[in-house]
Structure formats: C-alpha cells, structure tokens
C-alpha cells in the first residue's frame, strides 16, 4: 500500500507553480532501495482576484504549468528527491523554472497492531533552472536561491487510511534574505484500484511587503485547498487529477488550479526492514 501512495503524494504536493515550496515534493512515503519513482504534471491555474498586501483588488492571470519529478531511493530509509517546472504565462513570461533538488531520510519508524507511525526529516535546495527574466511585470519567478528544511510526521492504518502533518523552513538567502514557515495536514485513504485524499495548507513568508507583480512576488502569505484522486492503469503506471483553491491571502491570487498527470514506478531489489 505504501509504494502505490507514494509517489502520487509526492507530484501533488507541489501544486503551485511559483511557490511550490509551500507543501515541496516530500511525502510520508519512502520509494525504497534501488526504486526510482517518475511523474510528469500539467496544471492550469487561474484567477481574476488578487491580494495586494491584505488588499483584494480586480486582477487577472492565467498560469499553465508541465512537472517533472524523479525520486530514487538510495536504501530503504533515504531517497534523493528532484523536481523541476516549466511555467508558460505568456509569449514574454515562459521557460523553465527553479529545480529542486533534496535529500530525504526517515528517522524512525514505530509499529503498532493497527499501523506503523514514520518521522521523516529532508533538506533541499531551490535554485533557479533557467536565465529566466524576473523583471518584467508578470515574471514566471524571483530567481531566487532557497534553503528547504522539512519534518513530517505519518500515521498509516493497516487498511488504508493515513494521516500527515508536515512543517518545516524555507529560507531565502538570495537575491535577498527571506525566511518562511510552511503547514500541511494531509488525509487520505488508498485501495487497490483507487486513492483519494484532503488537504489543507497554511503558508507565511515571514516580513512581506506589499507586492507590486502577480506572479514573481516578494513574499506571500495563503491558506490553499485541494483534492486528489488517482487510478493505476498498468503494472506501475498509474493517472490522477487535482484540485485546489486559495480563499484568502497576502500577496497572492484567489486562485482555482486544476491538475493532472501520470506517475510511473521503475522498481529494483529492496530490502525489507
């Protein structure tokens, strides 16, 4: 049950092109020795609200979004962790984003009669992919150079059902020094031929100004929404579709995003703990 949860948790947890960050590509999930997990996402978000500072005002953009994620587990308890975004706004603001690269270690793990408990610490690093240009009045990013620390705790029942708490820092040390602090409750349930789950994330950049752009942003504050569901096609393969929704904010648009995608496990020998 694990192994079919978990790369799915992982693409959908980074389900905003610009500040994905937020939830990051860490699930409660390890792929195990010598699996390398793949996912490929489209996400078309959009909005005709925007929060200026705590300000709604009447603003307008559409945002299409293609993922790339690849984990590898380097033994049953570490993966390494690669994700990267190209965003396409319009025929001015387009291009590959920043990548994500991080290491991702399980703890500790505690067993129960109805489930097993998993404490999950990772650390990455955000850089920018591409020369995209930041300095045009509606840019695909900041450019910016960020530090990434999770902890997450995992509950998994024996018949299915999950749940996930995950928080952490995201610090921003270039082009200017930043540091936010991210929330995500996470719930779910997953059988043989289907998963669903629910969640519910909190997101501060410590210190934000007013924002002048609506997308490149120079902090952001938001609760976000979402849905997921998935169905596996065949021997590893499998397809989803997501949902989400940010009802209020700072510095960030009241935006509706939907996704989907395929997720493929290219399985090696593991061994079992």
Do not use: C
């Given at each position: 049950m694990q192994q079919r949860l978990h790369l799915l948790l992982i693409i959908l947890g980074c389900l905003g092109p610009f500040f994905c960050l937020a939830q990051g590509p860490i699930s409660g999930f390890m792929p195990g020795r010598k699996v390398t997990d793949f996912a490929l996402n489209y996400g078309y978000e959009s909005y005709d609200q925007y929060f200026f500072g705590s300000e709604k005002q009447a603003a307008s953009n559409t945002i299409q979004s293609l993922s790339l994620f690849i984990e590898?587990?380097?033994?049953?308890?570490?993966?390494?962790?690669?994700?990267?975004?190209?965003?396409?706004?319009?025929?001015?603001?387009?291009?590959?984003?920043?990548?994500?690269?991080?290491?991702?270690?399980?703890?500790?793990?505690?067993?129960?009669?109805?489930?097993?408990?998993?404490?999950?610490?990772?650390?990455?690093?955000?850089?920018?992919?591409?020369?995209?240009?930041?300095?045009?009045?509606?840019?695909?990013?900041?450019?910016?150079?960020?530090?990434?620390?999770?902890?997450?705790?995992?509950?998994?029942?024996?018949?299915?059902?999950?749940?996930?708490?995950?928080?952490?820092?995201?610090?921003?040390?270039?082009?200017?020094?930043?540091?936010?602090?991210?929330?995500?409750?996470?719930?779910?349930?997953?059988?043989?031929?289907?998963?669903?789950?629910?969640?519910?994330?909190?997101?501060?950049?410590?210190?934000?100004?007013a924002d002048t752009q609506l997308t490149g942003g120079s902090g952001s504050q938001w609760w976000r929404l979402g849905l997921t569901g998935y169905a596996p096609i065949y021997k590893g393969l499998g397809a989803f579709v997501g949902w989400a929704y940010i009802p209020t904010g700072k510095n960030i648009g009241q935006s509706h995003r939907l996704n989907t995608g395929i997720v493929y496990k290219l399985k090696g020998r593991s061994k079992k703990e």
């Open positions: 590898h587990g380097i033994s049953n308890r570490a993966s390494v962790v690669f994700t990267v975004p190209y965003i396409w706004i319009d025929s001015e603001n387009e291009g590959i984003q920043d990548a994500i690269l991080a290491i991702k270690y399980r703890n500790q793990r505690k067993t129960y009669d109805n489930g097993n408990l998993n404490f999950i610490t990772s650390i990455g690093l955000s850089v920018p992919a591409s020369a995209y240009d930041a300095e045009t009045d509606n840019p695909i990013g900041n450019r910016n150079f960020t530090f990434q620390g999770r902890f997450l705790m995992q509950y998994n029942f024996n018949y299915g059902f999950f749940i996930h708490l995950q928080s952490g820092i995201d610090f921003q040390f270039a082009p200017v020094s930043r540091s936010a602090l991210p929330l995500l409750f996470r719930t779910g349930f997953g059988a043989k031929y289907f998963y669903v789950d629910g969640w519910i994330e909190y997101f501060t950049t410590f210190n934000a100004g």
